[in-house]
């Protein structure tokens, strides 16, 4: 049982965005055990594993080679065994079709990657904080995209 820390995964296949992402999390001094991905074949292969401590919070990079974040959202959603992670779509895209595909594929939160560091510190600690029973009881697209 963890109940001392929040354990958050990134799947991300750019290497400054997963080391900007480390670090934010490093600076907030926030209770959190953070792994990294650097595809969707990795991050899929590791959930799978039957012994395998399955994250609180899942940031989901859409654009990645051999595995999208759209298709491991919908193996993840797939899966009852996955039901209690809470999903968060991690895109520099703001389309309009990307986030109306992954909130019906059931993702959590949307969130467009931000340029700022002190920004994404901010939204970090926002979706780690957040109540995640109001984000995740029934699809409710007023708080779906993260804006901040």
């Known amino acids: 049982m963890r109940e001392n820390y929040t354990y958050v995964v990134l799947a991300d296949d750019d290497e400054d965005d997963r080391l900007f992402f480390t670090e934010a999390f490093d600076e907030l001094k926030m209770k959190t055990k953070v792994d990294i991905y650097k595809d969707g ?20 990079d859409l ?6 974040g759209l298709e491991c959202l ?3 959603k797939s899966n009852p065994r996955f039901k209690d992670i809470a999903i968060a779509i991690y895109s520099t895209s703001a389309s309009e079709e990307d986030i109306e595909d992954t909130f019906v594929s059931g993702a959590n939160i949307y969130i467009k990657k931000p340029n700022d560091f002190k920004v994404l510190k901010k939204i970090l600690s926002d979706v780690v904080t957040m109540n995640w029973q ?8 007023d708080n779906f995209l993260l804006r901040l």
Do not use: R
């Not at 654009?63 to 999208?68: E, F, L, R």
């Open 63 to 68: 654009n990645m080679p051999m595995k999208s």
């Open 134 to 141: 109001y984000h995740t009881s029934g699809l409710n697209k």
């Open 41 to 60: 074949v990795d991050l899929m292969n590791a959930l799978n594993q039957s012994e395998s401590t399955l994250p609180n919070i899942l940031f989901l």
């Open 74 to 76: 919908t193996e993840i």
